[in-house]
């Protein structure tokens, strides 16, 4: 879902789950939170239920412009903080290469506004222009190119995909099927250090965490 | 196989600002060694610094 698919997004349907469960939820003060480095109940319920709704979540923290006015956004924010707790007490466990995608509609567009001319067999060099990138909302990366890779309409057309480096010392969470999903907090700055485009048009850009 | 929407930026998602100081030597130096790995690692046919 993007900003022009928001008259998809049904609010009152999204609201209603947090009504169910977040509404009545307590604050950490109000439980026995577990010892530092575990999830106290409402972190565990956050991570359970993020994966099932994220393409919802991820829409109402980057529009949440006419959000903020329903009821139930105080819900929302119980869930966010909880998450956000969870997202902070939790890193990878291993060195990892992850990878996001980047719809083919929008490649060229990012790609312009990067300094990238996405020529085949270009790469960076002296004349590289880094930039930070920053979403408003949880960031999913997958340990699988592929996934993060969307096949080609037709053949020529430029792809985007971002490489970041994962290490141990990371604020994230593991997710998904096998664990082949990674998690970042909202708001994080990823700062672009080089890159380099196959013959067929896939172009790779590797991040940083920007701090 | 559906594609996972949540994996995929798209327009409008992220802001985009030019980053404040030139990269330093260790960081296009990391940048290099990721896309080796990349290279390497998967079906991407990436061009090895000339």
Redesign the interface.
């Given at each position: 879902?993007?900003?022009?698919d928001t008259v998809r997004f049904n609010s009152k349907t999204f609201f209603a789950l947090f009504s169910d469960i977040w509404r009545n939820m307590p604050s950490d003060n109000e439980t026995s939170a577990n010892s530092v480095g575990q999830l106290t109940i409402q972190e565990q319920e956050a991570v359970h239920f993020f994966p099932e709704y994220?393409?919802a979540i991820?829409h109402a923290l980057?529009y949440p412009k006419d959000l903020k006015k329903e009821e139930e956004w105080s819900s929302f924010l119980v869930f966010l903080r909880n998450l956000d707790s969870a997202l902070c007490k939790s890193s990878l466990n291993k060195r990892c290469?992850l990878?996001?995608?980047?719809?083919t509609?929008?490649a060229e567009?990012?790609l312009f506004?990067?300094d990238i001319t996405g020529e085949p067999?270009e790469?960076?060099g002296e004349d590289?222009?880094?930039?930070?990138?920053?979403?408003p909302?949880y960031v999913?990366?997958?340990a699988s190119?592929?996934?993060?890779l969307?096949k080609p309409a037709e053949r020529g057309i430029s792809r985007l995909?971002?490489?970041y480096?994962g290490e141990p010392e990371d604020n994230a969470l593991p997710m998904g099927r096998k664990d082949n999903?990674v998690l970042f907090p909202r708001n994080t700055r990823w700062?672009?250090?080089?890159?380099?485009?196959?013959?067929?048009r896939?172009t790779?850009i590797?991040l940083?965490r920007?701090l | 196989m559906r594609v996972k929407d949540y994996l995929f930026w798209k327009k409008d998602d992220i802001g985009i600002t030019r980053a404040p100081a030139p990269l330093s030597d260790q960081q296009k130096i990391r940048a290099e060694k990721t896309l080796s790995v990349v290279a390497e690692h998967t079906e991407i046919s990436l061009h090895k610094i000339s």
């Amino acid at each position: 879902m993007g900003a022009d698919d928001t008259v998809r997004f049904n609010s009152k349907t999204f609201f209603a789950l947090f009504s169910d469960i977040w509404r009545n939820m307590p604050s950490d003060n109000e439980t026995s939170a577990n010892s530092v480095g575990q999830l106290t109940i409402q972190e565990q319920e956050a991570v359970h239920f993020f994966p099932e709704y994220q393409d919802a979540i991820q829409h109402a923290l980057r529009y949440p412009k006419d959000l903020k006015k329903e009821e139930e956004w105080s819900s929302f924010l119980v869930f966010l903080r909880n998450l956000d707790s969870a997202l902070c007490k939790s890193s990878l466990n291993k060195r990892c290469l992850l990878f996001r995608g980047v719809r083919t509609e929008y490649a060229e567009r990012l790609l312009f506004l990067l300094d990238i001319t996405g020529e085949p067999g270009e790469r960076s060099g002296e004349d590289f222009t880094p930039h930070i990138l920053q979403d408003p909302s949880y960031v999913t990366f997958s340990a699988s190119a592929d996934d993060a890779l969307e096949k080609p309409a037709e053949r020529g057309i430029s792809r985007l995909l971002f490489v970041y480096q994962g290490e141990p010392e990371d604020n994230a969470l593991p997710m998904g099927r096998k664990d082949n999903e990674v998690l970042f907090p909202r708001n994080t700055r990823w700062l672009t250090t080089g890159y380099a485009t196959s013959d067929s048009r896939i172009t790779c850009i590797c991040l940083e965490r920007f701090l | 196989m559906r594609v996972k929407d949540y994996l995929f930026w798209k327009k409008d998602d992220i802001g985009i600002t030019r980053a404040p100081a030139p990269l330093s030597d260790q960081q296009k130096i990391r940048a290099e060694k990721t896309l080796s790995v990349v290279a390497e690692h998967t079906e991407i046919s990436l061009h090895k610094i000339s």
